[in-house]
Protein backbone atom coordinates (compact mmCIF):
# COMPACT_ATOMS: atom_id res chain seq x y z
CA UNK A 1 0.00 0.00 0.00
CA UNK A 2 1.04 3.35 -1.09
CA UNK A 3 2.06 5.44 2.18
CA UNK A 4 -0.54 7.91 3.34
CA UNK A 5 0.94 10.43 5.24
CA UNK A 6 3.39 13.08 4.04
CA UNK A 7 4.64 16.36 5.29
CA UNK A 8 1.94 18.98 5.48
CA UNK A 9 4.24 20.83 2.46
CA UNK A 10 3.18 18.46 -0.18
CA UNK A 11 -0.52 17.80 1.05
CA UNK A 12 -1.18 21.15 0.42
CA UNK A 13 0.94 21.32 -2.66
CA UNK A 14 -2.21 18.86 -4.03
CA UNK A 15 -4.49 21.79 -4.66
CA UNK A 16 -3.90 23.92 -7.54
CA UNK A 17 -4.76 27.43 -8.34
CA UNK A 18 -8.01 27.62 -9.29
CA UNK A 19 -9.20 24.66 -7.61
CA UNK A 20 -12.98 24.19 -6.09
CA UNK A 21 -11.75 23.51 -2.03
CA UNK A 22 -14.42 22.11 0.53
CA UNK A 23 -13.11 23.16 3.78
CA UNK A 24 -14.38 21.27 7.19
CA UNK A 25 -14.73 23.65 10.19
CA UNK A 26 -17.37 25.84 12.14
CA UNK A 27 -16.31 28.97 12.91
CA UNK A 28 -12.63 27.67 13.32
CA UNK A 29 -13.42 24.88 15.16
CA UNK A 30 -12.56 21.54 13.22
CA UNK A 31 -10.72 23.32 10.74
CA UNK A 32 -7.50 22.16 8.89
CA UNK A 33 -5.50 25.35 10.74
CA UNK A 34 -1.88 23.68 9.44
CA UNK A 35 -3.30 22.63 5.62
CA UNK A 36 -4.90 26.52 5.77
CA UNK A 37 -1.09 27.72 6.87
CA UNK A 38 0.57 26.24 4.11
CA UNK A 39 -2.17 26.83 1.11
CA UNK A 40 -1.18 30.76 2.77
CA UNK A 41 2.61 29.90 2.32
CA UNK A 42 2.75 28.74 -1.11
CA UNK A 43 0.11 31.25 -2.18
CA UNK A 44 -2.14 29.03 -4.05
CA UNK A 45 -4.69 31.47 -5.15
CA UNK A 46 -7.85 31.84 -7.22
CA UNK A 47 -9.67 29.60 -5.55
CA UNK A 48 -13.51 28.36 -5.03
CA UNK A 49 -14.03 27.59 -1.05
CA UNK A 50 -16.93 25.61 -0.23
CA UNK A 51 -17.02 26.19 3.95
CA UNK A 52 -19.33 26.70 6.59
CA UNK A 53 -17.75 30.26 7.55
CA UNK A 54 -15.22 32.82 6.70
CA UNK A 55 -14.41 32.52 10.68
CA UNK A 56 -12.60 35.77 11.33
CA UNK A 57 -9.77 37.84 10.29
CA UNK A 58 -6.38 35.67 11.42
CA UNK A 59 -8.28 32.84 12.26
CA UNK A 60 -9.54 29.32 10.27
CA UNK A 61 -10.71 30.23 6.66
CA UNK A 62 -10.11 33.93 7.29
CA UNK A 63 -6.66 33.94 6.75
CA UNK A 64 -7.12 32.90 3.12
CA UNK A 65 -9.35 35.71 2.83
CA UNK A 66 -6.92 38.01 4.36
CA UNK A 67 -4.41 36.54 1.84
CA UNK A 68 -6.75 37.07 -0.60
CA UNK A 69 -6.84 33.49 -1.76
CA UNK A 70 -10.50 33.22 -2.29
CA UNK A 71 -11.92 33.74 -6.04
CA UNK A 72 -15.15 33.00 -4.86
CA UNK A 73 -17.04 31.26 -1.45
CA UNK A 74 -19.73 29.32 -1.03
CA UNK A 75 -20.79 29.76 2.70
CA UNK A 76 -23.57 30.09 5.00
CA UNK A 77 -22.23 32.82 6.98
CA UNK A 78 -19.90 35.52 7.03
CA UNK A 79 -21.18 37.88 9.65
CA UNK A 80 -18.08 36.96 11.94
CA UNK A 81 -15.57 37.96 9.12
CA UNK A 82 -16.04 41.78 8.52
CA UNK A 83 -13.24 41.64 6.20
CA UNK A 84 -15.38 39.22 3.53
CA UNK A 85 -18.21 41.37 4.02
CA UNK A 86 -16.04 43.88 2.65
CA UNK A 87 -14.52 42.09 -0.16
CA UNK A 88 -18.08 40.75 -1.32
CA UNK A 89 -19.75 44.30 -1.20
CA UNK A 90 -16.75 46.02 -3.46
CA UNK A 91 -16.83 42.49 -5.52
CA UNK A 92 -13.47 41.55 -5.01
CA UNK A 93 -15.00 38.28 -3.95
CA UNK A 94 -18.59 36.25 -4.95
CA UNK A 95 -20.71 35.15 -2.34
CA UNK A 96 -22.93 32.81 -2.73
CA UNK A 97 -25.00 32.36 0.73
CA UNK A 98 -26.75 29.03 1.09
CA UNK A 99 -29.00 28.18 4.60
CA UNK A 100 -26.72 25.89 6.87
CA UNK A 101 -28.79 23.22 6.48
CA UNK A 102 -29.01 23.05 2.76
CA UNK A 103 -25.13 23.65 2.29
CA UNK A 104 -25.04 20.51 4.51
CA UNK A 105 -27.17 18.57 2.34
CA UNK A 106 -26.22 20.10 -0.91
CA UNK A 107 -22.43 18.31 -0.19
CA UNK A 108 -23.88 14.92 1.07
CA UNK A 109 -25.57 14.95 -1.91
CA UNK A 110 -21.91 15.60 -3.59
CA UNK A 111 -20.67 12.94 -1.85
CA UNK A 112 -23.50 10.27 -1.76
CA UNK A 113 -24.04 10.32 -5.83
CA UNK A 114 -27.18 12.21 -5.23
CA UNK A 115 -28.49 15.18 -8.07
CA UNK A 116 -29.65 17.18 -5.30
CA UNK A 117 -32.01 17.72 -2.70
CA UNK A 118 -35.56 18.87 -1.93
CA UNK A 119 -35.71 21.17 1.34
CA UNK A 120 -38.69 23.68 2.52
CA UNK A 121 -35.75 25.93 3.79
CA UNK A 122 -35.94 29.39 1.87
CA UNK A 123 -38.76 28.81 -0.26
CA UNK A 124 -40.67 31.74 -0.80
CA UNK A 125 -37.45 33.76 -0.07
CA UNK A 126 -34.61 35.74 -1.83
CA UNK A 127 -33.00 31.86 -1.68
CA UNK A 128 -35.73 30.73 -3.85
CA UNK A 129 -34.51 32.71 -7.19
CA UNK A 130 -33.56 30.77 -10.10
CA UNK A 131 -34.13 27.75 -8.51
CA UNK A 132 -36.94 25.01 -8.89
CA UNK A 133 -39.81 24.27 -6.67
CA UNK A 134 -41.22 21.23 -6.43
CA UNK A 135 -44.52 19.97 -5.14
CA UNK A 136 -44.48 16.67 -3.23
CA UNK A 137 -47.68 15.42 -0.98
CA UNK A 138 -48.76 19.31 -1.38
CA UNK A 139 -45.98 21.07 0.41
CA UNK A 140 -43.29 22.69 -2.19
CA UNK A 141 -39.32 22.50 -1.87
CA UNK A 142 -36.47 23.94 -3.56
CA UNK A 143 -34.66 21.68 -5.70
CA UNK A 144 -31.06 22.03 -4.28
CA UNK A 145 -28.64 20.84 -6.64
CA UNK A 146 -25.68 18.90 -5.49
CA UNK A 147 -22.06 20.26 -4.36
CA UNK A 148 -18.69 18.36 -5.17
CA UNK A 149 -15.25 19.60 -5.31
CA UNK A 150 -11.52 19.04 -6.62
CA UNK A 151 -10.16 18.70 -2.98
CA UNK A 152 -11.50 18.55 0.58
CA UNK A 153 -9.32 19.64 3.58
CA UNK A 154 -10.83 18.19 6.66
CA UNK A 155 -9.55 18.05 10.48
CA UNK A 156 -10.13 15.31 12.80
CA UNK A 157 -9.09 14.41 16.67
CA UNK A 158 -7.38 11.12 15.84
CA UNK A 159 -6.38 9.21 12.39
CA UNK A 160 -5.02 5.58 12.66
CA UNK A 161 -2.03 5.71 9.65
CA UNK A 162 -4.62 3.89 7.25
CA UNK A 163 -6.63 7.49 7.52
CA UNK A 164 -9.61 5.98 9.37
CA UNK A 165 -10.86 8.93 11.29
CA UNK A 166 -12.47 10.41 14.65
CA UNK A 167 -13.62 13.15 15.72
CA UNK A 168 -14.20 15.42 18.42
CA UNK A 169 -17.55 17.04 19.89
CA UNK A 170 -18.60 19.91 17.98
CA UNK A 171 -15.25 19.97 15.86
CA UNK A 172 -17.08 17.55 13.90
CA UNK A 173 -19.73 19.36 11.09
CA UNK A 174 -18.98 19.16 8.15
CA UNK A 175 -15.97 17.74 7.97
CA UNK A 176 -17.44 13.84 7.42
CA UNK A 177 -19.72 14.83 4.63
CA UNK A 178 -16.99 16.72 2.79
CA UNK A 179 -14.75 14.03 3.62
CA UNK A 180 -17.32 11.98 0.79
CA UNK A 181 -17.84 14.90 -1.68
CA UNK A 182 -14.36 15.59 -3.55
CA UNK A 183 -12.05 13.83 -5.98
CA UNK A 184 -8.87 14.28 -3.46
CA UNK A 185 -9.73 14.18 0.41
CA UNK A 186 -6.64 15.16 2.67
CA UNK A 187 -7.19 14.86 6.34
CA UNK A 188 -5.39 16.53 9.22
CA UNK A 189 -5.92 15.22 12.39
CA UNK A 190 -4.88 16.47 16.41
CA UNK A 191 -3.02 12.98 16.61
CA UNK A 192 -1.95 9.86 14.71
CA UNK A 193 -2.58 6.60 16.37
CA UNK A 194 -1.09 3.03 15.37
CA UNK A 195 -3.61 0.88 13.04
CA UNK A 196 -6.03 -0.71 15.17
CA UNK A 197 -6.36 1.87 18.08
CA UNK A 198 -9.30 3.55 16.76
CA UNK A 199 -11.99 0.63 17.14
CA UNK A 200 -14.53 0.48 14.18
CA UNK A 201 -17.62 0.81 15.95
CA UNK A 202 -15.97 4.38 16.86
CA UNK A 203 -14.42 5.80 12.82
CA UNK A 204 -16.67 8.41 10.99
CA UNK A 205 -15.03 8.46 7.92
CA UNK A 206 -13.11 5.37 6.69
CA UNK A 207 -9.74 5.47 5.71
CA UNK A 208 -9.90 4.06 2.57
CA UNK A 209 -11.82 7.07 1.31
CA UNK A 210 -9.21 9.99 2.56
CA UNK A 211 -6.57 9.68 0.00
CA UNK A 212 -4.13 12.03 1.72
CA UNK A 213 -2.61 12.08 5.45
CA UNK A 214 -1.10 15.14 7.13
CA UNK A 215 1.98 13.89 8.84
CA UNK A 216 2.83 14.62 12.21
CA UNK A 217 4.02 18.00 13.11
CA UNK A 218 8.17 17.51 12.74
CA UNK A 219 9.45 18.06 16.62
CA UNK A 220 11.59 21.49 16.65
CA UNK B 1 -32.31 44.93 34.68
CA UNK B 2 -31.76 45.74 30.71
CA UNK B 3 -33.77 45.63 28.25
CA UNK B 4 -32.24 42.23 27.07
CA UNK B 5 -32.75 40.65 30.64
CA UNK B 6 -36.10 41.60 30.49
CA UNK B 7 -36.70 40.11 27.16
CA UNK B 8 -34.59 36.95 28.14
CA UNK B 9 -36.37 36.19 31.72
CA UNK B 10 -40.25 36.51 29.78
CA UNK B 11 -38.71 33.84 27.30
CA UNK B 12 -37.53 31.62 29.51
CA UNK B 13 -41.47 31.05 31.00
CA UNK B 14 -42.06 30.06 27.71
CA UNK B 15 -39.78 26.43 27.80
CA UNK B 16 -41.11 23.66 28.86
CA UNK B 17 -39.56 20.43 31.27
CA UNK B 18 -38.03 18.38 28.35
CA UNK B 19 -38.14 20.85 25.73
CA UNK B 20 -35.28 20.27 22.84
CA UNK B 21 -34.61 23.87 22.34
CA UNK B 22 -31.75 25.84 20.38
CA UNK B 23 -30.97 29.35 21.04
CA UNK B 24 -29.86 31.56 18.57
CA UNK B 25 -26.37 33.80 18.79
CA UNK B 26 -26.82 36.84 20.82
CA UNK B 27 -29.88 37.96 22.86
CA UNK B 28 -31.35 34.71 22.54
CA UNK B 29 -28.83 33.67 24.02
CA UNK B 30 -29.38 34.66 27.46
CA UNK B 31 -32.34 32.78 28.27
CA UNK B 32 -30.56 30.06 29.59
CA UNK B 33 -29.82 31.94 32.91
CA UNK B 34 -33.30 32.40 33.25
CA UNK B 35 -34.42 29.18 33.66
CA UNK B 36 -35.22 27.59 36.63
CA UNK B 37 -32.55 25.07 37.66
CA UNK B 38 -35.51 22.17 38.19
CA UNK B 39 -36.00 22.40 34.59
CA UNK B 40 -34.84 19.97 32.29
CA UNK B 41 -34.01 21.68 28.69
CA UNK B 42 -32.17 19.92 26.18
CA UNK B 43 -30.34 22.01 24.45
CA UNK B 44 -28.84 21.90 20.46
CA UNK B 45 -26.34 23.73 18.62
CA UNK B 46 -26.41 23.75 15.32
CA UNK B 47 -22.74 22.94 14.91
CA UNK B 48 -23.76 19.55 15.65
CA UNK B 49 -24.54 18.72 19.68
CA UNK B 50 -27.75 18.02 21.94
CA UNK B 51 -26.67 18.51 25.96
CA UNK B 52 -24.77 21.97 25.50
CA UNK B 53 -24.62 24.04 28.82
CA UNK B 54 -24.35 27.65 27.51
CA UNK B 55 -22.49 28.31 30.37
CA UNK B 56 -19.30 26.12 30.44
CA UNK B 57 -17.81 25.20 33.82
CA UNK B 58 -14.53 27.68 34.51
CA UNK B 59 -11.42 25.15 33.66
CA UNK B 60 -13.83 22.88 31.33
CA UNK B 61 -13.15 25.04 28.04
CA UNK B 62 -12.33 22.88 25.26
CA UNK B 63 -11.15 24.09 22.01
CA UNK B 64 -13.23 21.38 19.72
CA UNK B 65 -16.51 22.59 22.03
CA UNK B 66 -18.35 25.72 21.28
CA UNK B 67 -21.74 26.86 20.35
CA UNK B 68 -23.11 28.27 17.04
CA UNK B 69 -21.20 31.61 17.68
CA UNK B 70 -17.80 29.86 18.27
CA UNK B 71 -17.80 30.53 22.11
CA UNK B 72 -16.76 28.21 23.99
CA UNK B 73 -19.83 26.16 25.96
CA UNK B 74 -20.37 22.90 28.22
CA UNK B 75 -21.80 19.70 27.35
CA UNK B 76 -24.05 18.11 30.21
CA UNK B 77 -23.86 14.41 30.96
CA UNK B 78 -25.80 12.40 28.09
CA UNK B 79 -24.58 14.82 25.70
CA UNK B 80 -24.02 13.87 22.31
CA UNK B 81 -22.26 14.95 19.07
CA UNK B 82 -22.91 15.12 15.23
CA UNK B 83 -22.64 15.98 12.02
CA UNK B 84 -24.29 19.10 10.27
CA UNK B 85 -26.29 16.93 7.88
CA UNK B 86 -27.82 15.08 11.16
CA UNK B 87 -28.08 18.50 13.19
CA UNK B 88 -30.00 20.53 10.15
CA UNK B 89 -32.00 17.04 10.16
CA UNK B 90 -32.95 17.12 13.51
CA UNK B 91 -34.27 21.02 13.14
CA UNK B 92 -36.05 20.42 9.78
CA UNK B 93 -37.20 17.07 10.98
CA UNK B 94 -39.83 18.18 13.55
CA UNK B 95 -37.10 17.03 16.66
CA UNK B 96 -36.86 20.74 17.80
CA UNK B 97 -39.89 21.82 20.25
CA UNK B 98 -38.56 25.53 20.06
CA UNK B 99 -36.26 27.37 19.03
CA UNK B 100 -35.68 31.24 20.00
CA UNK B 101 -34.25 33.62 17.38
CA UNK B 102 -33.27 37.56 17.54
CA UNK B 103 -34.65 39.23 14.89
CA UNK B 104 -35.10 42.84 12.56
CA UNK B 105 -38.71 43.03 11.68
CA UNK B 106 -41.65 41.10 11.82
CA UNK B 107 -44.63 42.39 9.85
CA UNK B 108 -48.28 41.85 10.03
CA UNK B 109 -48.16 38.12 8.74
CA UNK B 110 -45.63 37.54 11.70
CA UNK B 111 -42.75 36.95 8.96
CA UNK B 112 -39.75 37.67 10.53
CA UNK B 113 -36.62 39.53 8.50
CA UNK B 114 -32.90 38.40 10.21
CA UNK B 115 -30.39 37.73 8.01
CA UNK B 116 -29.81 40.76 5.90
CA UNK B 117 -29.90 44.51 5.17
CA UNK B 118 -29.33 44.70 1.55
CA UNK B 119 -26.35 46.91 0.76
CA UNK B 120 -24.85 47.32 3.94
CA UNK B 121 -25.26 44.15 6.32
CA UNK B 122 -25.16 41.11 4.68
CA UNK B 123 -24.26 38.36 7.49
CA UNK B 124 -25.69 35.33 5.44
CA UNK B 125 -28.54 33.21 7.15
CA UNK B 126 -26.53 30.48 8.98
CA UNK B 127 -28.60 28.34 10.33
CA UNK B 128 -31.76 30.76 10.58
CA UNK B 129 -33.74 30.03 7.32
CA UNK B 130 -33.62 26.09 8.43
CA UNK B 131 -34.89 27.04 12.08
CA UNK B 132 -37.49 29.07 11.01
CA UNK B 133 -38.71 26.80 8.71
CA UNK B 134 -38.27 23.91 10.77
CA UNK B 135 -38.81 24.37 14.67
CA UNK B 136 -42.00 22.90 15.77
CA UNK B 137 -42.08 26.42 17.52
CA UNK B 138 -40.30 29.67 16.54
CA UNK B 139 -40.62 32.45 19.07
CA UNK B 140 -38.84 35.63 18.22
CA UNK B 141 -36.56 37.40 20.90
CA UNK B 142 -35.90 41.11 20.55
CA UNK B 143 -35.76 44.59 21.31
CA UNK B 144 -39.29 46.53 20.37
CA UNK B 145 -37.58 49.43 18.44
CA UNK B 146 -34.36 49.93 17.01
CA UNK B 147 -32.36 53.39 16.62
CA UNK B 148 -33.91 53.55 13.17
CA UNK B 149 -37.54 53.19 14.28
CA UNK B 150 -39.82 50.69 14.48
CA UNK B 151 -39.49 46.63 14.14
CA UNK B 152 -42.28 45.60 14.19
CA UNK B 153 -44.19 46.71 10.77
CA UNK B 154 -46.85 46.69 8.30
CA UNK B 155 -44.59 46.12 5.77
CA UNK B 156 -41.24 44.86 6.09
CA UNK B 157 -38.52 46.55 4.24
CA UNK B 158 -36.01 43.60 4.55
CA UNK B 159 -36.30 40.10 2.94
CA UNK B 160 -37.54 37.09 4.79
CA UNK B 161 -36.36 34.51 6.72
CA UNK B 162 -38.73 31.93 5.57
CA UNK B 163 -42.42 32.32 4.44
CA UNK B 164 -43.79 30.38 8.01
CA UNK B 165 -45.68 32.31 10.37
CA UNK B 166 -43.50 32.82 13.94
CA UNK B 167 -45.04 31.55 16.68
CA UNK B 168 -44.09 34.31 19.51
CA UNK B 169 -42.69 37.64 19.67
CA UNK B 170 -41.13 39.02 22.67
CA UNK B 171 -39.84 42.28 23.36
CA UNK B 172 -38.97 44.63 26.24
CA UNK B 173 -42.35 45.86 26.18
CA UNK B 174 -44.90 43.56 25.10
CA UNK B 175 -45.86 39.55 24.06
CA UNK B 176 -47.42 39.72 20.63
CA UNK B 177 -48.74 36.51 19.22
CA UNK B 178 -49.05 36.32 15.41
CA UNK B 179 -52.32 34.91 13.99
CA UNK B 180 -53.66 34.02 10.78
CA UNK B 181 -56.11 37.50 11.92
CA UNK B 182 -52.96 39.63 12.74
CA UNK B 183 -50.58 40.42 15.23
CA UNK B 184 -52.38 39.82 18.86
CA UNK B 185 -50.84 41.77 22.06
CA UNK B 186 -51.07 39.35 24.40
CA UNK B 187 -49.07 40.75 27.01
CA UNK B 188 -47.28 43.90 28.43
CA UNK B 189 -44.44 44.01 30.31
CA UNK B 190 -44.36 45.82 33.67
CA UNK B 191 -44.62 49.62 34.35
CA UNK B 192 -45.66 49.79 30.54
CA UNK B 193 -49.01 50.89 29.04
CA UNK B 194 -50.99 49.99 26.09
CA UNK B 195 -50.49 53.21 24.33
CA UNK B 196 -46.61 52.75 24.88
CA UNK B 197 -46.83 49.54 23.33
CA UNK B 198 -49.14 50.66 20.31
CA UNK B 199 -47.32 53.97 20.22
CA UNK B 200 -43.43 52.08 19.48
CA UNK B 201 -45.66 49.52 16.98
CA UNK B 202 -46.10 50.46 13.25
CA UNK B 203 -48.11 47.40 12.38
CA UNK B 204 -51.85 47.10 14.04
CA UNK B 205 -52.30 45.31 17.00
CA UNK B 206 -55.29 43.47 18.11
CA UNK B 207 -55.55 44.10 21.72
CA UNK B 208 -56.66 40.49 23.19
CA UNK B 209 -59.55 40.29 25.33
CA UNK B 210 -57.14 38.59 28.25
CA UNK B 211 -54.52 40.81 27.96
CA UNK B 212 -52.12 39.81 30.97
CA UNK B 213 -50.42 42.66 32.51
CA UNK B 214 -46.78 42.09 33.58
Redesign the interface.
Known amino acids: MMRKAVPVREAAARVVPGAVVMIGG?????SPHRLIDELVRQRIGELTLIC??T?RPGFGVGKLIDAGLARKVI??????NPRT?AL??DGTIE?E?V???????R??AGGFGLGGIL?????????AEGKRSIEVDGRTYLLETALKADVALVAA?RADYHGNLE???????????MAMAAATTIAEAEDIVAVGMIPPDVV?TPGVLVHILVGREPRT | MTDKDIIARRVARELKDGDRVNLGIGLPTLVAKFLPPSLRVHFHSENGIFGMSPLPGEGFEDRNLTDAGGRPVGALPGACAFDSAFSFGVIRGGHLDVTVLGGLEVDEQGRLANWMVPGKMVPGMGGAMDLVTGARRVIVAMTHRSPSGAKIVRQRSLPITSIRRVDLVVTELAVIRPTAEGLVLTEIAEGVSVEQVLAATDARLIIDPTLQYG
Open positions: FMGVGNDAASHIGTQMLVLPQGTLAEVRTPTGVGTLVRYALTARNFNPLV
